[in-house]
């Protein structure tokens, strides 16, 4: 099996698990409705623990553009093969995405809430607030290509390291996931809002694109930055590339707090 191969394959899978769940969660009628947040997180990480025992030998099981871009920029990872995952990573979300749909065909119709529907398979704030929500998905995406690394430099069986990593995965969605619903990867908001966008979802509303930069913009920024501190920290590297990517945290940063304040004093003025 070639390495986009098994890419998509991984990637189809943790959509298919991942997207799953949520479905089961959310949309009318099911068994497992309303099951609620634990539920959801449990069933994201186990995803990624599968997903990464099917392909690991394969393709590295990086299942995740923010992987590939930041092991790129650190120099652990061929810059040649980058496109390629990127595609087979959004492809292969795409079609876990198509899966989800037509395994609970009968459920669409009976979910009347437009927002419930999109949020099967993309992610969306819990209270929108542009540079807030951002920050959240760098935030996330730091803990989960920092802990990644961290995980990678220990000495215990090759065969547990998936656990670690799902390990990870479910508590960033239980400490960190409430605000934005941690996307944390952009092929798995891109790809199944493409099918969403695409699909004949019975009552489907819009695919909320004035969003979707930011759960692909967070993920990549957050995981450059958390490979590069990463790399600073414990192996003494510092690349020329921290002094771009952390200033432009740090503006997010001030951005956000910003935007808090203001829309406080805003509050006491309308009182």
């Known amino acids: ?9 991984g990637t189809m899978l943790l ?16 068994k497992s409705e309303n099951s609620g947040w634990l539920v959801i997180t449990s069933g994201w990480g186990l995803a990624v623990i599968i997903a990464i025992y099917a392909v690991g030998s394969i393709s590295g099981a990086h299942l995740n553009p923010a992987v590939t ?37 009968p459920h ?15 992610t969306g704030p819990a209270i929108r607030k542009t540079w807030a929500n951002l920050l959240s ?25 998936p656990l670690a990593v799902g390990g990870l995965i479910v508590a960033i969605g239980l400490s960190l996931g409430g605000t934005t619903g941690y996307a ?38 957050g995981g450059i930055l958390g490979a590069l501190l990463y790399k600073a920290l414990f192996k003494n590297e510092v690349h020329t590339l921290l002094w771009i990517i ?3 945290v740090f503006i997010v940063i001030i951005l956000a707090v910003l ?10 003025k309308s009182n």
């Open 184 to 221: 944390i990867n952009p092929a798995r908001d891109l790809g199944p809002r493409i099918a969403h966008y695409l699909l004949p979802i019975v009552g489907k509303g819009k695919s909320d694109w004035s969003y979707a930069w930011i759960p692909i913009l967070g993920p990549i920024l």
């Open 108 to 122: 669409w119709k009976e979910t009347k809430d437009q927002a419930t529907q999109l949020a099967v398979f993309a």
């Open 137 to 161: 998905e760098i935030i996330g995406s730091f803990i989960l290509i920092f802990g990644i690394l961290t995980i990678g430099a220990n000495s215990f069986s090759e065969g547990l390291k």
């Open 15 to 30: 959509i298919i698990f991942g997207g799953g769940v949520v479905a089961g969660v959310i949309l009318k009628g099911t």
């Open 69 to 105: 871009i930041s092991l790129a920029c650190i120099g652990e990872f061929e810059k040649a093969k980058v496109f390629f995952y990127l595609l087979a990573q959004l492809l292969g979300a795409f079609i876990g995405a198509v899966v989800v749909w037509l395994h609970y065909l």
């Open 1 to 9: 099996m070639s390495e986009f191969l098994g890419e998509f394959i």
């Open 246 to 248: 952390a200033p432009l």
């Open 259 to 268: 935007g808090e304040f203001n829309s406080g004093a805003d509050e006491k």
